[in-house]
């Protein structure tokens, strides 16, 4: 059973940096490719940031020079550093795998911005 667990949101000011955090198990994760995703009430899942089993990377034109995503395979944990943060970076975030076919979800965890 793939699990993935979300942690690291706070509440922080405008500018501030922040790293949040996604354990994974149950799944082989030096092959798996990862997301970071965020979502605000009202809207859909916006994809954040890709990482590839490679470690190649891309991001939304919204966070690109600011936010870095990076895999510890030995740990089988993903991050996503959040630099100069701000207002509009407020949302849950979650990490996804699609992984042999399916999709799995971290539980999210809340990064509120304040200005």
């Known amino acids: 059973q793939v699990y993935l667990k979300d942690s690291g949101g706070d509440l922080v000011q405008a500018g501030g940096s922040l790293r949040v955090s996604c354990a994974a198990s149950?799944?082989?994760?030096?092959?798996?490719?990862m997301d970071w995703y965020r979502q605000t009430p009202g809207n859909q899942r916006e994809l954040v940031a890709t990482?590839?089993?490679?470690?190649?990377?891309n991001y939304a034109d919204s966070v690109k020079g600011r936010f870095t995503i990076s895999r510890n395979n030995a740990r089988n944990t993903l991050y996503l550093q959040m630099n100069n943060l701000k207002p509009e970076d407020t949302a849950v975030y979650y990490c996804?795998?699609?992984?042999?076919?399916?999709?799995?979800w971290g539980q999210g965890t809340q990064v509120t911005v304040s200005s």
């Open positions: 996804h795998t699609h992984y042999y076919g399916r999709d799995f």
């Open positions: 990482i590839t089993s490679g470690g190649g990377t």
């Open positions: 149950g799944v082989n994760f030096k092959i798996a490719p």
